[in-house]
């Protein structure tokens, strides 16, 4: 009850640093002095004193309760060639940087709908856009988003009145007026930042940390309806243009892996880091490997662990990331195969459960089946468990079958691979069994024994 009494108690308009530079112009940025428009309104993407019209000679100032010429409706976007589209566009955005006073809701009728109407017309536009917006349309789109939503919030009166009694949180939330315009140039925005036509490394120029400063100051607003959407157009904007989750995911998340304690707190780790993946496919490859580095040796739980997350990755991983890190994974599979865990070796086979996983392998063949098939091949001869033993047979028939003459040539190679090191096994026991005579032959005679370097190779 009390937190709610201090909820009501009066606010202060929120300031940010920026409006140091218009303290000295008047309310559109104009120089009070001088009636030129201030540097800082020049240069800012954002800011509009006057918006032009239909010609670059009609000049309209932002009120819309001054206009001196006729508000009349563009054309639609199906009556124009689609080369002429973006340039209605941008005079589309052009016309509904002209604010209305809704505080009358009987003036400018007529103005007010042909301008909710041209906004929905904007967001169709946006939502099916298939070209990518210039940085022309850029600069316009935060320019008309500016000039509608970055205003003065007035304090409803009850913000400065001292509290009479306690029946406040009984208040109805004060809604905007102008909200039938405002939803309509939410909706846009966010539609706009969502669009797959907007260029982030562009746009970044217009939606910069100052526009969004602006947004946050909007939290002010005692609209209810106005917040809501301020909370999704600010996550899309922080997921679309903001590269510190970045830094975050690789110095803090990924080395949480590497503590004993990962138990605790794994089913969250994991979530988070999936999450990362959904949103930009291309961080697989850095997850990946950061769970290749931190792969457990002797935890054998702890590996079970990272198998389940491995294989929640590959399932979101796409081709271009994965060929960068398959040899090193599956070098690191191939050492899960042969575990003598079972349960280790056996969670690593069920990966080619996974459709997806199963796809990549098969797509990239050539590289994986000389890394795995000796690994298959030393379980299907010698793993103690009957289950893995089962499993293995299994993925053998499985890479068989995906290119017989590629396995075939890859068995060669291990058979032959093996006879090698049989070899070299029996010539280095042979050399041991020949110093251990050596050493036998000089204790009888009371003799010392020089070990020459070299001589056990």
Same mark, same amino acid.
């Given at each position: 009850?009390?937190?709610?009494?201090?909820?009501?108690?009066?606010?202060?308009?929120?300031?940010?640093?920026?409006?140091?530079?218009?303290?000295?112009?008047?309310?559109?940025?104009?120089?009070?002095?001088?009636?030129?428009?201030?540097?800082?309104?020049?240069?800012?993407?954002?800011?509009?004193?006057?918006?032009?019209?239909?010609? +670059?000679?009609?000049?309209? $100032?932002?009120?819309?309760?001054?206009?001196?010429?006729?508000?009349?409706?563009?054309?639609?976007?199906?009556?124009?060639?689609?080369?002429?589209?973006?340039?209605?566009?941008?005079?589309?955005?052009?016309?509904?940087?002209?604010? =209305?006073?809704?505080?009358?809701?009987?003036?400018?009728?007529?103005?007010?709908?042909?301008?909710?109407?041209?906004?929905?017309?904007?967001?169709?536009?946006?939502?099916?856009?298939?070209?990518?917006?210039?940085?022309?349309?850029?600069?316009?789109?935060?320019?008309?988003?500016?000039?509608?939503?970055?205003?003065?919030?007035?304090?409803? $009166?009850?913000?400065?009145?001292?509290?009479?009694?306690?029946? &406040?949180?009984?208040?109805?939330?004060?809604?905007?007026?102008?909200?039938?315009?405002?939803?309509?140039?939410?909706?846009?925005?966010?539609?706009?930042?969502?669009?797959?036509?907007?260029?982030?490394?562009?746009?970044?120029?217009? /939606?910069?940390?100052?526009?969004?400063?602006?947004?946050?100051? &909007?939290?002010?607003?005692?609209?209810?309806r106005e917040r809501e959407y301020l909370k999704s157009v600010l996550h899309r904007v922080y997921g679309k243009f903001m590269e510190e989750h970045k830094i975050f995911l690789v110095r803090s998340l990924i080395p949480l892996h590497k503590p004993k304690c990962l138990a605790t707190y794994h089913q969250q780790l994991s979530y988070s880091i999936i999450q990362f993946v959904e949103k930009d496919c291309k961080l697989a490859d850095i997850v990946i490997r950061g769970l290749l580095k931190y792969w457990p040796i002797t935890n054998s739980s702890k590996e079970i662990f990272?198998?389940?997350?491995?294989?929640?990755?590959?399932?979101?991983?796409?081709? +271009?990331?994965?060929?960068?890190?398959?040899?090193?994974? =599956?070098?690191?599979?191939?050492?899960?195969?042969?575990?003598?865990?079972?349960?280790?070796?056996?969670?690593?086979? =069920?990966?080619?459960?996974?459709?997806?996983?199963?796809?990549? /392998?098969?797509?990239?063949?050539?590289?994986?089946?000389?890394?795995?098939? $000796?690994?298959?091949?030393?379980?299907?001869?010698?793993?103690?468990?009957?289950?893995?033993?089962?499993?293995?047979?299994?993925?053998?028939?499985? &890479?068989?079958?995906?290119?017989?003459?590629?396995?075939?040539?890859?068995?060669?190679?291990?058979?032959?691979?093996?006879?090698?090191?049989?070899?070299?096994?029996?010539?280095?026991?042979?050399?041991?069994?020949? &110093?251990?005579?050596?050493?036998?032959?000089?204790?009888?005679?009371?003799?010392?024994?020089?070990?020459?370097?070299?001589?056990?190779?």
């Amino acid at each position: 009850m009390i937190k709610k009494l201090f909820h009501k108690l009066p606010r202060k308009n929120s300031k940010s640093n920026l409006d140091s530079a218009y303290s000295s112009k008047g309310k559109d940025g104009a120089d009070k002095k001088s009636g030129k428009l201030g540097d800082a309104v020049i240069s800012s993407p954002y800011s509009v004193s006057y918006i032009g019209y239909n010609n +670059p000679g009609e000049k309209f $100032p932002r009120d819309g309760n001054s206009l001196s010429v006729s508000y009349e409706a563009l054309p639609g976007f199906r009556e124009v060639s689609n080369s002429e589209k973006q340039h209605l566009f941008i005079r589309k955005l052009n016309m509904c940087c002209i604010a =209305f006073d809704f505080m009358d809701s009987t003036k400018n009728l007529k103005e007010k709908e042909i301008k909710r109407q041209t906004l929905t017309e904007l967001v169709d536009y946006v939502t099916s856009a298939n070209t990518k917006f210039t940085e022309a349309v850029m600069q316009e789109v935060v320019r008309m988003v500016s000039a509608n939503l970055f205003r003065e919030l007035t304090p409803q $009166p009850c913000r400065n009145k001292v509290l009479e009694s306690f029946d &406040l949180e009984e208040e109805e939330p004060a809604m905007d007026p102008a909200w039938s315009h405002l939803q309509v140039v939410y909706e846009f925005l966010l539609r706009f930042v969502e669009s797959s036509e907007t260029d982030a490394k562009l746009a970044k120029k217009y /939606i910069d940390p100052v526009f969004v400063l602006k947004l946050l100051d &909007l939290f002010q607003s005692e609209d209810p309806r106005e917040r809501e959407y301020l909370k999704s157009v600010l996550h899309r904007v922080y997921g679309k243009f903001m590269e510190e989750h970045k830094i975050f995911l690789v110095r803090s998340l990924i080395p949480l892996h590497k503590p004993k304690c990962l138990a605790t707190y794994h089913q969250q780790l994991s979530y988070s880091i999936i999450q990362f993946v959904e949103k930009d496919c291309k961080l697989a490859d850095i997850v990946i490997r950061g769970l290749l580095k931190y792969w457990p040796i002797t935890n054998s739980s702890k590996e079970i662990f990272f198998l389940n997350e491995l294989e929640e990755v590959l399932e979101l991983t796409q081709q +271009p990331e994965f060929q960068r890190c398959m040899v090193l994974l =599956f070098q690191q599979i191939a050492r899960c195969l042969n575990s003598l865990h079972f349960q280790v070796a056996e969670r690593s086979l =069920f990966l080619w459960n996974n459709d997806h996983i199963e796809n990549l /392998i098969k797509q990239n063949r050539k590289i994986i089946l000389p890394i795995i098939l $000796p690994a298959v091949e030393r379980n299907a001869r010698h793993h103690w468990n009957q289950a893995v033993h089962s499993l293995t047979l299994n993925i053998r028939k499985i &890479l068989f079958d995906l290119d017989p003459e590629l396995y075939k040539e890859c068995l060669s190679k291990f058979q032959e691979d093996e006879s090698k090191e049989s070899e070299r096994k029996a010539k280095r026991e042979a050399t041991w069994k020949r &110093l251990e005579e050596i050493a036998a032959m000089k204790v009888a005679s009371n003799e010392p024994v020089l070990v020459r370097s070299g001589l056990s190779g």
